[in-house]
């Protein structure tokens, strides 16, 4: 009888200890839009790396990175995914603080997670054969300001155009597909996993990608101005998110997810974005995510010059005002050398 009184004791002071320790985990707001480049904050969470770093991932979803910025600015919300915006710079030059921290998904050679799509029939008849042959044709970007409308500017570019050789037409990434079976447009810049859709149903083709032209910084870790005063926090938080990145980088393999452990990481996207049809994550081409959080900084400013050039954000605003990368280099310093 009184050893089983001690069972019981020792069992309420075990529970009583574990009720302890998660009221002591520090909770952290992280905007999510359940796109892949928001995959390593989904393993940091399920492998309990936050858990370690004594911290309690709390994920607030949003239906575009746009909207996250308010809440940021407000310290709403401590963490998120952004991508270049001349909104971004907008919002900075208005006040609003917000740190770019750690790179969250590139596009580069082997990993063109984003490209160049062109319509099927196009590029059958050999109407299609070159960048140059942009010229005249309705080519599709997600938004006005968005980064990919400095991707598309590179792409002419490329193609010894000028953007006024195309019309240009903002259609969000979910829309393109139609707008490409409709013949509304002869083009896009678009990303995955849209980009195996529009492949299986023989609409385009993934004529180039990014790093064919314009190797790109398509998405970034962002900070509040609030959460980035807490600094011991902060670099936690990117220790957690690293660890998950490594784990992600070693499941690459191929320009797919099909190293070790990448099915598991299939599994948990479909799990993080409700797709049933995990043969998607199978096929497209994922991200890269660089392993130290290291920001494509060429990029970035070819991105902020671009805004400046058509006039959508003022001439004053820098990439210093915006961009932290002790958070990482702390974090990754932590870690210790990425072994792939």
Known sequence: MILARGFAALAVAGLLSGVAQAQELKPVKIGVVNLSTDVAFYIAE???????????????????????IVPLGTGALDTGGGATSAGFYNA???????RIVADKGMSVDGYDYKALVVRKDLVDSGA??????????????VAQGAADESVLHQALLKGGLQDADIERVYIPFSQQLIALQNRGIDAAIAGEPDITHMLRTGVAVRFAGLSQFYPHEAAYVLYSGKFAQDKETGVKFLKAYLRAVRDYDRALKDGKIAGPGGEEIVQMLGEMTGVKDLSIFRDAVPPYIDPNGALYMTALQTDLDYFKQLGLVKKDVTLTRVIDRSFAEAAAAQLGPYKK
Not at 46 to 68: H, I, P, Q, T
Not at 135 to 140: C, D, E, L, N
Request: glycine share 12%; no cysteine.
């Open 46 to 68: 399920k492998r309990g790396y936050f858990k370690a770093e004594g911290l309690k991932a709390d994920f607030a979803y949003f239906d575009s990175g746009a909207k996250m």
């Open 92 to 98: 900075v030059d208005r006040g609003i603080e917000l």
């Open 128 to 141: 299609f054969k070159s960048l140059a042959d942009l010229k005249g044709k309705k080519v599709a970007v």
